[in-house]
């Protein structure tokens, strides 16, 4: 299966060199069995057609959907072009750019940044998720903005007090979405906590944050889901 990876952002440049860019995170994470393209899409690079690759992957950013980038609106036309005909996957950024150009809303949350690992509730199983899905999903997160309002067909899979739209399906447009980050491993997201220190969180809170990293995690059983939702969805030619 061809998977193009949209690039939405990248780390900081130190931490770069240390754990690779957002696509070397998903192509660990996912394993051999994919062929891999990326897209700079801040760079105004996009497939040139919709079905050009088999699914895509649209990763995180440090922007926000309402920013008002130049390459956020073509971002957001692609989106609305592969809806029912191409499997895509958002996380973070891509969860959030989804869900406007499907119809739903973003903001700047009032509750401040998410950080650290968060927990969800599951809300409802989805059959790519298996009968693993449990009662919670733990995993990574790295957000300030949240969806305030989903698209009418959005279906909510998980959801915690902090945020209720944590992982979302449309299951005629062959989309799903997760707030959180499964593909950081618990040492990047500590470094860029670390980084972040005395600038954008306090000491307290980023202390508070780097401990519940040392908690286990669902990031393996995320990328298991994120396989078999793809592998639902075979490709159509080849």
Not at 13 to 35: C, E, H, I, T, V
Not at 182 to 206: M, N, V
Not at 218 to 225: E, M, Q, S, Y
Request: hydrophobic share 35%; with cysteine.
């Amino acid at each position: 299966m061809d998977l193009g990876i949209l690039e939405t952002g990248a780390p900081p440049a130190d931490l770069k060199n240390r754990f690779g860019s957002y696509g070397d995170m998903f192509r660990q994470m996912l394993g051999p069995d994919y062929r891999y393209a990326y897209y700079d899409v801040r760079g105004g690079h996009l497939p040139e057609q919709a079905d050009r690759h088999d699914a895509y992957l649209i990763t995180g950013s440090a922007s926000g959907v309402y920013d008002g980038d130049a390459w956020i609106e073509p971002l957001k036309q692609f989106i609305q072009q592969s809806s029912g005909r191409t499997p895509m996957v958002g996380i973070c950024f891509g969860h959030q750019v989804m869900a406007e150009a499907y119809g739903g809303r973003v903001a700047k949350s009032p509750k401040g940044w998410g950080v650290g690992l968060h927990s969800y509730e599951i809300k409802r199983r989805a059959d790519w998720m298996n009968s693993d899905a449990g009662l919670q999903l733990s995993i990574p997160v790295s957000h300030q903005d949240q969806i305030i309002e989903l698209p009418v067909d959005a279906k909510v899979l998980a959801a915690s007090e902090f945020t209720p739209y944590a992982v979302l399906e449309y299951p005629e447009r062959r989309a799903i979405s997760f707030q959180g980050h499964p593909e950081f491993s618990p040492e990047y997201a500590t470094a860029l906590i670390d980084l972040r220190r005395g600038t954008r969180y306090q000491q307290e809170f980023a202390d508070a944050a780097a401990s519940s990293l040392q908690k286990p995690n669902d990031a393996h059983r995320v990328a298991g889901w994120i396989r078999n939702f793809l592998g639902a969805h075979p490709p159509t030619q080849g």
